[in-house]
Each structure stands twice: as structure tokens, then as C-alpha cells.
């Protein structure tokens, strides 16, 4: 995959907006709502 750091970063960083996912020190998981959409996409 050709993926810069930085869009990872703004990815994340938009996720984490929305309320998806949760940064912590280099960690990254999936909140309640994040599963949630998650298991509708798949």
C-alpha cells in the first residue's frame, strides 16, 4: 500500500472527531460506536 504517515493522521484525527475511535500514546481502538459501524460495513 503507497499510504503517507500523514494521511493515516488525518484519518485518525477525523475518526477520532466523530467519536469511532480513541488516541491514546500510539494506540489506537475502536469505541462503542466505531464497533457499531464497523459490523454495519461488514
Known amino acids: 500500500m503507497n499510504i503517507t504517515k500523514a ?11 466523530q467519536g469511532l475511535v480513541r488516541y491514546e500514546s500510539h494506540r489506537i481502538s475502536l469505541t462503542q460506536a466505531g464497533k457499531e459501524v464497523a459490523e454495519e460495513v461488514i
Open 7 to 17: 494521511s493515516v493522521c488525518k484519518a485518525v484525527q477525523r475518526l477520532n472527531q
